[in-house]
C-alpha cells in the first residue's frame, strides 16, 4: 500500500470517529427527566400566572425576581411558609401573592427543585437587590 493510502484511511477513520463521538455527545441528555410531581407544578406555575412577574431560564415576566436558583436561596421551609401565607406585594402592597394549598405547594417546590437543578451555568447573575440583603444578613 502506498504510504498516501494509508494516509487517506487514517484521516478518514479519525473523521469517522470524531463524528460519531460528536453524535454520542449530543444525545446525552443535558436535563435530567422531569418527575410527575415537577410536571403538576408546572401547570400550577401556568394556570396561576406565575410567569406575568417572574421568569425562569428568562422566559416570562420582569417585574419580579427570576426564580430559576430560588431553590438555593431560600430554605424550603420559608417557600412553604410564603407560599402558605403569601405577605403583600410591593410597591403597592395591597395585593397578595395566591395562597396555594399544601398540596399545591409541594407540586410548585417539586417544579422549582427541578428548574434549580438545570445546569445554567450561573445564570441568572444574583439581582443588586438580593446581594444587598446578603450583605445585610452578614452584618447582623
Ligand atoms: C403580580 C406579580 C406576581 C405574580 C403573578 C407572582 N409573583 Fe411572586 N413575587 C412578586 C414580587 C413583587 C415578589 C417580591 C416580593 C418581596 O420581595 O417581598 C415576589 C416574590 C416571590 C417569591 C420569593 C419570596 C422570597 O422569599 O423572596 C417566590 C418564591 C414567588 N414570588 C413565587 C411565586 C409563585 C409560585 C407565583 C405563582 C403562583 C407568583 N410568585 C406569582 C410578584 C408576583
Given at each position: 500500500?502506498?504510504?498516501a493510502e494509508i494516509w487517506l484511511i487514517c484521516i478518514t477513520l479519525a473523521?469517522?470517529?470524531l463524528?460519531?463521538?460528536l453524535i454520542f455527545s449530543s444525545l446525552v441528555r443535558i436535563t435530567p427527566p422531569m418527575p410527575p410531581a415537577a410536571v403538576?407544578?408546572?401547570?400550577?406555575w401556568r394556570e396561576y400566572g406565575c410567569m406575568e412577574?417572574?421568569?425562569l431560564l428568562s422566559s416570562g415576566g420582569y417585574s419580579a425576581l427570576d426564580l430559576t436558583k430560588i431553590i438555593s436561596?431560600?430554605?424550603?421551609?420559608?417557600?412553604?411558609?410564603?407560599f402558605a401565607q403569601p405577605p403583600p406585594m410591593p410597591p403597592h402592597s395591597r395585593?397578595?401573592?395566591v395562597?396555594?394549598?399544601a398540596e399545591e405547594s409541594e407540586k410548585m417546590l417539586a417544579f422549582l427543585r427541578y428548574v434549580n437543578k438545570i445546569d445554567t451555568r450561573n445564570w441568572p447573575p444574583p439581582p443588586l437587590v438580593e446581594e444587598k440583603r446578603s450583605k445585610e444578613r452578614q452584618n447582623r
Open positions: 500500500m502506498k504510504p473523521a469517522l470517529s463524528f460519531a463521538l403538576a407544578g408546572s401547570k400550577l412577574c417572574h421568569s436561596q431560600r430554605t424550603e421551609a420559608e417557600l412553604r411558609q410564603f395585593r397578595t401573592h395562597g396555594l394549598t
